[in-house]
């Protein structure tokens, strides 16, 4: 069982940034491929980013792409969202997510998400 604790959600203008941090348990967290995920009100939950276990590897959707950036820190066992030049299309709960890979992602394990909300 992995338990995921995102944070760093909050309430920021158009063209700020933001970073979300999302903490795991467990001692096996460097070998999980990871990915950050998002719901915006009365929408499915999309796929954001990816980062493969090892980091070599990162993976965007196109809405995102050049905007945001996804990375890690092992020792940590903490993976993060760097989110700039943020939109109000942005706005949306925020979950990490733990996959299989970070192409076709199909989620282990789920955390329970944090909220952002750009402002216009």
């Known amino acids: 069982q992995v338990q995921l604790v995102e944070s760093g959600g909050g309430l920021v203008q158009a063209g700020d940034s933001l970073r979300l941090s999302c903490t795991a348990s467990?001692?096996?967290?460097?070998?999980?491929?990871m990915g950050w995920f998002r719901q915006a009100p009365g929408k499915a939950r999309e796929f954001v980013a990816g980062?493969?276990?090892?980091?070599?590897?990162?993976y965007y959707a196109d809405s995102v792409k050049g905007r945001f950036t996804i990375s890690r820190d092992n020792a940590r066992n903490t993976v993060y969202l760097q989110m700039n030049s943020l939109k109000p299309e942005d706005t949306a709960v925020y979950y990490c997510?733990?996959?299989?890979?970070?192409?076709?992602?199909?989620?282990?394990?789920w955390g329970k998400g944090t909220l952002v909300t750009v402002s216009s």
């Open positions: 467990g001692r096996t967290f460097s070998t999980y491929s």
């Open positions: 980062i493969s276990w090892v980091a070599i590897r990162t």
């Open positions: 997510a733990v996959v299989t890979n970070i192409y076709n992602p199909k989620v282990d394990y």
